[in-house]
């Protein structure tokens, strides 16, 4: 396995989806080549990194809005 | 919003319960309202879409097949609506990726070595910067990226709802959001290289 083809498939070994001999290769790579392993585990750390982002909240002004117009039109129908 | 919770909600809409309307303003108006702002950038646009999306979900509740997930459905009817308005608005200032996807020698091994940052400690104050740092980035995404990026890692929809919310294959999700991620990734380790 080259390092190119393990940076293409780190997605499915990240979400289990990987063949077990693939699997098997993926791992024995990122044992020898500690570029690969950097790779992998700074890949996983911005998808966790990303998890934690919290959206901002509806502006309250926004959702009395939403509300008042949804009241609107249900009484309406 | 747990399922079963969800199922008693589903219910009561089709029951035509007025405060049901209020608990699905409360449970989904911010989500859809962070959806459609981050593709539409205008909040007067973002509140239409989440006016329009909600009355949508009441008026054609009795439409919603229960083998679905609500949210997927409703994320699925946000996500037209953005597009609609997305069509009028002609958008050139997105970052084009190629130039933050990893590069290799012609043996297929890494040109250069790779950093591990995601070794080192960080104080609660990097981690903050950080997720300023990733959240501009996603800003910069164009739509195709940063929209399979929010469903998946930030809404925590799994890569096949995402799939039937967007009307794409499994593999085009999978490819976009990673090279979505692969973009993110770059933004980080040249935080770390400078």
Request: net charge negative; charged share 35%; aromatic share 8%.
């Amino acid at each position: 396995m080259r390092c190119e083809d393990l940076v293409s498939i780190i997605i499915d070994y990240l979400e289990d989806s990987m063949d077990p001999a693939f699997k098997e290769e993926f791992e024995r790579h990122m044992g020898d080549c500690s570029s690969c392993l950097a790779f992998f585990e700074t890949y996983k750390k911005t998808r966790d990194l990303t998890k934690e982002i919290k959206c901002d909240d509806i502006p309250p002004d926004v959702q009395d809005r939403v509300r008042a117009f949804l009241k609107k039109k249900i009484s309406q129908a | 919003m747990a399922s079963a919770q969800e199922a008693r909600l589903v219910q009561r809409l089709k029951d035509k319960d007025p405060a049901a309307m209020d608990e699905l303003v409360d449970a989904y108006s911010g989500k859809i309202f962070n959806l459609s702002i981050g593709l539409l950038k205008k909040e007067e646009d973002a509140e239409d879409v989440v006016q329009d999306t909600l009355l949508q979900v009441f008026e054609k509740i009795n439409t919603f097949r229960e083998e679905a997930a609500l949210s997927s459905w409703m994320y699925r009817i946000a996500l037209n609506f953005s597009y609609m308005k997305l069509r009028k608005i002609k958008r050139d200032d997105y970052t084009p990726l190629e130039e933050y996807l990893p590069k290799f020698r012609s043996d297929g091994m890494h040109s250069m070595p790779v950093q591990n940052w995601a070794e080192k400690g960080e104080t609660t104050l990097l981690r903050k910067e950080l997720g300023e740092i990733l959240k501009d980035s996603i800003n910069s995404l164009s739509e195709k990226y940063r929209i399979v990026l929010q469903l998946r890692d930030i809404d925590g929809f799994s890569t096949e709802e995402v799939a039937n919310i967007t009307g794409m294959t499994v593999p085009a999700v999978k490819s976009r959001l990673h090279r979505a991620r692969l973009f993110l990734r770059e933004k980080i380790s040249t935080y770390y290289r400078d």
